[in-house]
């Protein structure tokens, strides 16, 4: 049990330092650059969301990150499905998804806000 404690300790905190070590984004891109539109945070259109996020992470680390990836997603499916049957990744608002490593292991975390579309009116 010591052990889980231990490791679940290195991975927040190693999540703490990757999301620290982050830079700031500059206030305004120069003037010459190329901008893309605004990422749009508010619900897809046609969709209505929860008013909470949730985090799914499944269970411990993975030889692959496409497999942490993969078990963070269906364990937010899971979480989510809680609240909108129909809920899906695809349609999340905000979705982020972040990975820690350890050695040749990684442990994803999937969050974002679940949402499904508005019902026909």
Not at 24 to 31: F, L, N, R, S
Not at 53 to 60: D, I, L
Not at 78 to 94: E, G, L, R, V, Y
Request: glycine share 8%; hydrophobic share 40%.
């Amino acid at each position: 049990m010591p052990k889980i404690v231990l490791i679940c300790s290195v991975v927040l905190g190693v999540a703490a330092m990757a999301r620290a070590s982050v830079p700031a984004q500059a206030a305004e891109p120069p003037p010459d650059a190329e901008t893309a539109p605004p990422v749009q945070s508010g619900p897809p259109k046609g969709y209505s969301c929860h008013d909470k996020a949730f985090t799914g992470s499944g269970p411990g680390f993975k030889s692959s990150q496409d497999e942490s990836e993969g078990a963070a997603v269906t364990d937010w499916l899971s979480k989510a499905a809680a609240i909108f049957a129909d809920a899906d990744w695809n349609t999340a608002k905000d979705p982020i998804m972040e990975c820690v490593k350890q050695g040749l292991y990684s442990k994803c975390f999937a969050t974002g806000v679940p949402c499904h579309p508005k019902p026909a009116e």
